[in-house]
């Protein structure tokens, strides 16, 4: 399995959980009292889970990905261990404006981990350079191309200039 599969993987986790941190949170700032347990649990899962992104963020491949994703996969797991002993000691001055950072932060590294083409770009993937062009390509010389559109030769013909395709007089 490629890194960058496991990296998308762990960050799509933590982002679901993340977002669940806040609705748990604002459930239990609204009065009710299990979604302080449940978010205490996530909170514990999201610490497991960065530590399994943080050995995913050494794997090869890590060549390919912004310094950032290597740092942040390294501090999360401590930040968020930092975060759970803020929140189990109620200091929620501290607790709830970091962990509103924190989940900005993990939605934009998930962001990044699933619309970051270059970085699934590994070395086995095939690439088009070498490849054969459309017109050298056997089997599509009677294809359409865009040349050859009505809007096309509609264009060329206007300008004066013969469309491809386009007999000349």
Do not use: C
């Not at 050298?136 to 559109?149: I, K, L, Q, V, Y």
């Amino acid at each position: 399995m490629r890194s960058h599969t496991l990296l998308r993987g762990t960050t799509a986790v933590l982002a679901v959980l993340a977002v669940a941190q806040v609705g748990f949170a604002g459930s239990f700032l609204s009065g009710h009292y299990p979604p302080l347990r449940w978010h205490s649990l996530t909170g514990i899962t999201m610490v497991a889970v960065a530590l399994l992104q943080a050995v995913v963020v050494l794997l090869p491949g890590r060549r390919d990905r912004p310094r950032m994703i290597l740092v942040g996969g390294l501090v999360l797991p401590f930040a968020l261990a930092a975060q759970g002993a803020l929140g189990m000691l109620r200091i929620l001055g501290l607790h709830v404006p970091i962990g509103v950072f924190m989940v900005i932060g993990t939605l934009r590294l998930a962001a990044w981990a699933w619309s970051n083409p270059k970085a699934t770009e590994t070395p086995d993937t095939p690439s088009t350079a070498g490849m054969p062009s459309r017109a050298e390509t056997p089997g599509t010389a009677g294809t359409p191309s865009r040349a050859d559109t009505p809007s096309a030769i509609a264009t060329a013909s206007t300008a004066g200039v013969p469309a491809a395709g386009q007999a000349t007089a």
